[in-house]
C-alpha cells in the first residue's frame, strides 16, 4: 500500500531554484515538501563555474539578466556569506578582441548601474601574473565566487529547521490530475522502489533542465534549450578574483577562484537529453587553446578534472543558435493555469545560479496569490545560517554544542551524531588530506539514508582535491563499515561509485601528472584493492 502525505506546497527539484522556493515558502508559514530524484545540489546548480555574476557579462545583449544579477550580487552577500567570497573581478581586452565593444560594454554597465572602475594595466598584471601581458585594457566589476553545494544545502537545512521537509532519492514518476486540476504527485524512492503520494494545494516545478520532463508529465509542453557546458578545474588557485574576457560571452572566457582551486570554462553546446554529461578530450583542447588568449599558461597548468552540466535555457519560440550564447539568461515564471488551462501547477526555470533568490521570490508571490495567503518575502534580509563544520569539530568533545548548530543541517541526524562524538575516539584522523577533512566532520555531514560517499562529497569536498579521492574514498568507506555505519555491501556499492564518477572527469584531461594521478587510481583500486573495473 503507498504511503500517502499531505502538505500546501510542493517543490520538484533540489537545486538551488528549489531549494530557494522552499525557504521562501517556509519563511512565509507556508507547509512544503521539496522532492529531488537524486541528492541536493546533484544537477546544474554544482555543475557550473560558481561565478557570483556583477552583471557585466549580460549588460549588453541581456539588459533584463543584467540588472538582475547586479541586484542578486548585492543582496546574496549579505544574506549568505557563508558560501560567497567577494573576490571582485576583472574584463581584460586582448589584442584578438573588438575595439569597438569596449565603449558598448562601458555604455551598457553605466545603464544597468553596475560599477566599473578602469585600472592601470600594470596594477593588473601585479594583481593576477597569469593574466596575458598584452592585454589592452582592464576594468574591476563586483564579481564574487560562490560556493553552490554549500549555499544549496544551507538554504535547504534553513527551510528544514523552519518546518520544511526535504525527500531525497525520490522522482517524481507521475502527475496525478482530477479535471484540470493537479491534485498530487507520485514519487518513487530511487533506492527502495518504495511510492508515495503526495497531495498539496499547488506544485511547483524547479527541475532545471528536467523541467521539461516534469512537464511533460502533466501532459503539458515546454520548450527548453538543454545547453550544456564543459568546464576544467586547475590544480591550485592561479587568481585572486575572476578573470572575464570583454567581449560578447562565448567560450573559454572565465576564470573563477574557488577555495584553493581556479575553475576555467565554458563551452556551450545544445543537447537533447538533460543527463548527458559525456565530455570529449577535443573539446577540452579546442577550450584550453582558446583560454589562453587571457592565461597563456593555462595550456601547461595541471588539470585534475573536467566536469559539465546542463543550463536550463528557456525559449518560447523555435532556437537555431547551436551554442545558446544569443538565448537569454532570463527568468521564466509560467502559471500554467493561464497558459495551458491547468490549476495547480507552475514552472519556474531559466535564469542564473546568482538570481535564485529572486527567482524564489516572484515565484511564491505567485503562490501565496494563488493560495490565498497574505505574506512578505524577507529572504532579501534574512541571513541564512552557514554550517561550517571545521569550526563546529575544533573541540568534538563540545559534543552538546554541536547538536545546537547541527540541527540547522539538512538531513543529519543530531541525536545520533551526539552520541557518536562522545565515544568514537577516532574524530581527529583526517581522512582527506587535501582538503583537510576529519572523520568528525563526515558523521556530522552524513544524510540519513544509504551510505553514498558522493553525496558526503557535496557536504564536506571529501574528495575534491588533487587526488580525487585516490585515499580518502576507502578510508572513509572502511570507517563506516567498521563503525556499523554501513554495511560491506553497502560500502562496497558507495565506493565503486565514487571511483567512477572521478574517474570520469580524469580521464578528460588524464595528460601529464593527471595520467600519473589516474594510474595510480587504478593501481590502488583494481590491484590492490581487487575492484574490477567492470564493477565500477
Same mark, same amino acid.
Given at each position: *500500500?503507498?504511503?500517502r502525505?499531505?502538505?500546501d506546497?510542493?517543490?520538484?527539484g533540489?537545486g538551488?531554484t528549489?531549494a ?6 517556509a519563511l ?9 530524484q ?10 557550473n563555474?560558481?561565478l557570483?555574476h ?12 543584467a ?12 544574506t ?8 571582485? $573581478? %576583472?574584463?581584460a581586452k ?9 565603449g ?8 544597468? $548601474?553596475?560599477?566599473v ?19 589592452q ?8 565566487a560562490v ?7 544551507d538554504?535547504c537545512?534553513?527551510?528544514?529547521s523552519?518546518?520544511?521537509?526535504v525527500l531525497t532519492y525520490?522522482?517524481?514518476i ?6 484540470? =486540476?493537479?491534485?498530487?504527485?507520485t514519487i ?6 518504495e511510492?508515495?503520494? %503526495?497531495?498539496a494545494?499547488? !506544485?511547483?516545478?524547479?527541475a532545471?533542465?528536467w523541467g ?14 538543454n545547453?550544456?557546458?564543459?568546464l ?12 572575464n574576457?570583454l567581449r560578447?560571452?562565448?567560450d573559454a572566457d572565465?576564470?573563477?577562484p574557488?577555495?584553493?582551486?581556479t %575553475? !576555467?570554462?565554458?563551452t556551450?553546446? /545544445?543537447? /537533447?537529453n ?5 565530455m570529449?578530450?577535443?573539446?577540452m583542447?579546442? *577550450? ?13 597548468m ?9 543550463r536550463?535555457l528557456?525559449q518560447d519560440?523555435?532556437?537555431?543558435d547551436?551554442s $545558446?550564447r544569443n538565448?537569454?539568461?532570463g ?12 490549476? $495547480? !501547477? ?7 545560479l546568482t ?5 524564489a521570490e516572484k ?5 501565496c ?6 505574506a ?5 534580509e ?6 561550517d563544520?571545521?569550526?563546529f569539530f ?7 554544542a554541536?547538536? =545546537? ?5 539538512a538531513?543529519?541526524?543530531?541525536k =545520533? ?5 562522545k565515544?568514537?575516539?577516532?574524530d581527529?584522523i583526517?581522512?582527506?588530506e ?8 563526515i ?19 571529501l574528495?575534491m582535491?588533487?587526488?580525487?579521492? =585516490?585515499f580518502c /574514498?576507502q578510508?572513509?568507506?572502511?570507517l563506516a563499515?567498521?563503525?556499523g555505519?554501513?554495511?560491506?555491501d ?10 567512477h ?6 580521464e ?11 594510474? *595510480? *587510481? ?8 581487487g575492484v ?5
Amino acid at each position: *500500500m503507498r504511503q500517502r502525505l499531505e502538505t500546501d506546497v510542493v517543490v520538484i527539484g533540489g537545486g538551488v531554484t528549489g531549494a530557494g522556493v522552499l525557504r521562501d515558502l517556509a519563511l512565509r508559514g507556508i507547509r512544503a515538501i521539496l522532492v529531488e530524484q537524486r541528492d541536493l545540489v546533484h544537477g546544474t546548480s554544482s555543475r557550473n563555474h560558481g561565478l557570483l555574476h556583477s552583471g557585466a557579462r549580460y549588460a549588453v545583449r541581456d539588459e533584463d539578466a543584467a540588472t538582475e544579477s547586479y541586484c542578486e550580487n548585492l543582496i546574496l552577500k549579505k544574506t549568505v556569506p557563508g558560501s560567497i567570497e567577494a573576490t571582485g $573581478g %576583472i574584463f581584460a581586452k586582448v589584442p584578438e578582441d573588438d575595439d569597438a565593444y569596449v565603449g558598448e560594454w562601458l555604455k551598457s554597465c553605466e545603464k544597468v $548601474g553596475i560599477p566599473v572602475t578602469e585600472i592601470p594595466i600594470s596594477t593588473a598584471l601585479q594583481q593576477e601574473p597569469y593574466l596575458n601581458k598584452n592585454v589592452q585594457a582592464v576594468f574591476h566589476v563586483p564579481d564574487g565566487a560562490v560556493d553552490p553545494f554549500t549555499l544549496t544545502i544551507d538554504v535547504c537545512a534553513d527551510a528544514v529547521s523552519r518546518g520544511a521537509n526535504v525527500l531525497t532519492y525520490s522522482e517524481v514518476i507521475s502527475i496525478n490530475k482530477s479535471a484540470n =486540476t493537479v491534485c498530487s504527485v507520485t514519487i518513487r524512492n530511487q533506492y527502495t522502489g518504495e511510492e508515495t503520494d %503526495i497531495y498539496a494545494n499547488l !506544485f511547483i516545478n524547479a527541475a532545471g533542465p528536467w523541467g521539461a520532463r516534469v512537464c511533460a508529465l502533466a501532459e503539458i509542453p515546454l520548450k527548453l534549450i538543454n545547453n550544456k557546458g564543459m568546464l576544467t578545474v586547475l590544480n591550485h588557485r592561479i587568481n585572486k578574483q575572476v578573470i572575464n574576457r570583454l567581449r560578447l560571452p562565448g567560450d573559454a572566457d572565465i576564470f573563477v577562484p574557488a577555495h584553493n582551486v581556479t %575553475i !576555467f570554462g565554458t563551452t556551450g553546446k /545544445n543537447v /537533447n537529453n538533460p543527463n548527458d554529461f559525456t565530455m570529449q578530450r577535443e573539446e577540452m583542447i579546442e *577550450m584550453l587553446k582558446e583560454g589562453s588568449a587571457l592565461v597563456p599558461e593555462v595550456t601547461q597548468m595541471r588539470m585534475i578534472r573536467a566536469f559539465c552540466g546542463s543550463r536550463p535555457l528557456y525559449q518560447d519560440h523555435a532556437d537555431h543558435d547551436s551554442s $545558446g550564447r544569443n538565448v537569454t539568461r532570463g527568468i521564466a515564471l509560467l502559471d500554467h493555469q493561464k497558459r495551458d488551462g491547468l490549476e $495547480g !501547477f507552475v514552472t519556474i526555470t531559466g535564469g542564473k545560479l546568482t538570481t535564485f533568490r529572486h527567482m524564489a521570490e516572484k515565484t511564491v508571490d505567485l503562490a501565496c496569490e494563488k493560495l490565498g495567503i497574505s505574506a512578505t518575502c524577507t529572504t532579501a534580509e534574512e541571513q541564512v545560517a552557514h554550517r561550517d563544520a571545521k569550526e563546529f569539530f575544533k573541540d568534538i568533545h563540545l559534543a552538546a554544542a554541536a547538536k =545546537t548548530k547541527l540541527q540547522h543541517w539538512a538531513g543529519v541526524n543530531a541525536k =545520533t551524531i551526539e552520541t557518536s562524538l562522545k565515544s568514537d575516539s577516532d574524530d581527529r584522523i583526517v581522512v582527506c588530506e587535501c582538503e583537510q577533512i576529519t572523520w568528525a566532520e563526515i558523521k556530522a555531514a552524513m544524510p540519513e539514508g544509504r551510505f553514498n560517499l558522493s553525496d558526503i562529497r557535496r557536504r564536506t569536498r571529501l574528495g575534491m582535491g588533487p587526488c580525487q579521492g =585516490t585515499f580518502c /574514498n576507502q578510508r572513509v568507506a572502511a570507517l563506516a563499515v567498521e563503525k556499523g555505519i554501513a554495511t560491506q555491501d553497502e560500502a562496497n556499492w558507495a565506493l565503486n561509485e565514487a571511483v567512477h564518477n572521478r574517474k570520469k572527469g580524469m580521464e578528460v584531461v588524464a595528460t601529464g601528472q593527471t595520467s600519473k594521478q589516474l594510474q *595510480m *587510481m587504478d593501481m590502488i583500486y583494481h590491484v590492490s584493492l581487487g575492484v574490477r573495473k567492470g564493477d565500477e
